[in-house]
């Protein structure tokens, strides 16, 4: 008779939750968000908002899930689990905003990180116009960090970002929306490539980093956000946090992967490559 085995009790990992949209081609979403927590130590839990059909040349259709899914989700992992960290990312409607707003105020969490998810990269909307003002007034002013990309931000001050002394004015305006810091991602800045800039409302600072040309991009900011809710799990300050997840995404970049006719997706896992490959 075999004799039983006890696992040995270890520390676990600290909890990370992503609240989106699911990405069937796997780069983005829900599937991108867990693989890059995951890759940066933390346990991947995860709240699904809507559900896409998609692949690397863009999004063919989407189904938002009912505000009581979503609330029973999110009250069923409080229920039951620490969360040390949120990642919100697709929420769809103004509806699922409302929801996830007042879950947060009830189950409140060290940190959330909101990456505003507006439309895909080939332009389909993903969030809903009449949404916008309400994730202004009801979450951002929970967020510990918002982390809008260059079209992003310009949409939520309502004007056009050319210039880095632009990028620092709109990093103030936003931060005053209530959110204690605000990282404007770079990707899309002509002015500065691959430059992010953080205002946390006592000083501006500025994470440079390699502008790698490639059309393999899908997930990116997805990957960004996730990764700092993780190293911001781990305890890590925020700048230090932000720093150690860009140099992560910006390695899942270097590595991306040819994969379909259009965006491929970054390599979450890069470091678990084959030295022969």
Known sequence: MNPRIIAKKTKHPPVVLSIAGSDPS????????????????????????????????????????????????????????????????????????????????????????????LQAKDGTPLLQPNAIEVLKKKLIPLCTLFTPNLPEAETFIGKKIRTMADAKEAAKQIQLMGCP?????????????????????EKVTLFKGDFIETQNTHGTGC?????????LAHGKPLIEAISAAKTYMTETIRHALPLGKGHGPTHHFYFLRSKKD
């Open 181 to 201: 810091a605000v990282l404007i991602k770079g990707g899309h800045f002509s002015a500065a490539p691959g430059c992010d800039l953080l205002h946390d409302g």
């Open 26 to 117: 796997g780069g983005a979403g829900i599937q991108g968000d867990i693989k890059a927590i995951e890759a940066n130590g933390a346990f991947a839990m995860s709240v699904i908002t809507a559900i896409t059909a998609q692949n690397s040349q863009g999004v063919s259709s989407s189904l938002k899930l009912p505000v009581w899914m979503v609330k029973a989700q999110i009250s069923t992992l409080f229920e039951d689990f620490q969360i040390s960290a949120i990642k919100a990312g697709m929420l769809s409607s103004k509806a699922i905003v409302e929801c996830v707003a007042k879950c947060l105020q009830v189950n409140p969490v060290p940190h959330f990180i909101l990456d505003p998810v």
């Open 223 to 231: 990957t960004y956000a996730s990764a700092i809710a993780a190293q």
